[in-house]
T-cell receptor
Framework: KQEVTQIPAALSVPEGENLVLNCSFT??????LQWFRQDPGKGLTSLLL?????REQTSGRLNASLDKSSGRSTLYIAASQPGDSATYLC???????????FGPGTRLSVLP | GAGVSQSPSNKVTEKGKDVELRCDPI?????LYWYRQRLGQGLEFLIY????????KSGLPSDRFSAERTGESVSTLTIQRTQQEDSAVYLC??????????????FGPGTRLLVL
């Protein structure tokens, strides 16, 4: 059974810092991995999707990498801003199932 | 439509009552998902609809939970005889089938359910 974990559970940094969020999954047989952002009281917003054949994806200040063989993904946020404060979730789409499996999230606070 | 919408946004009910939650997916999206998110926890898959195929109900926690979808449009999640443990945010997502590897889910704002 696929399990997804995220470290750290919570992170607080001063504005301007570069930071890395980690996601691990137990089964490397996946179609894709997706990073989401969740703001308090709101739904999820998709940030980046990495296909299993890809190594990384970039969007603005965000860069997500995927090492499928080791079951790891990282989300790199450059020059963090207070507006980046949110919970960041990663999810994998297993090959043997229809449904995404989500991690518990990392709660990020960027202090002005 | 502009995005996935859900109603109601908040629902408070008494233990033992039935509730219905509604999801309107993005027009043209063939896939629709329901998830549950308890306070401080990750998303828990409930049910998945894809076009006219039989839904994947493997995530439903008990027979008190059921869901329907009319064609490729609105879906309703029903919880019968609600329990306090059902209190959570119920999230709906939809996606268009561009190939599984390219599939991106778009989420609604959720329905916050509180069972007293």
């Amino acid at each position: 059974k696929q399990e997804v974990t995220q470290i750290p559970a919570a992170l607080s940094v001063p504005e301007g810092e570069n930071l890395v969020l980690n996601c691990s999954f137990t089964d490397s047989a996946i179609y894709n991995l997706q990073w989401f952002r969740q703001d308090p009281g709101k739904g999820l917003t998709s940030l980046l999707l990495i296909q299993s054949s890809q190594r990384e994806q970039t969007s603005g200040r965000l860069n997500a990498s995927l090492d499928k063989s080791s079951g790891r993904s990282t989300l790199y946020i450059a020059a963090s801003q207070p507006g980046d404060s949110a919970t960041y979730l990663c999810a994998v789409r297993p090959i043997d199932g229809q449904n995404f499996v989500f991690g518990p999230g990392t709660r990020l606070s960027v202090l002005p | 439509g502009a995005g996935v919408s859900q109603s109601p946004s908040n629902k408070v009910t008494e233990k033992g009552k039935d509730v219905e939650l509604r999801c309107d997916p993005i027009s043209g999206h063939t896939a629709l998902y329901w998830y549950r998110q308890r306070l401080g926890q990750g998303l828990e898959f409930l049910i998945y609809f894809q076009g006219n195929s039989a839904p994947d109900k493997s995530g439903l926690p008990s027979d008190r939970f059921s869901a329907e979808r009319t064609g490729e449009s609105v879906s309703t999640l029903t919880i019968q005889r609600t329990q306090q443990e059902d209190s959570a945010v119920y999230l709906c997502a939809s996606s268009s089938r561009q190939g599984v590897a390219l599939e991106t889910q778009y989420f609604g704002p959720g329905t916050r359910l509180l069972v007293l």
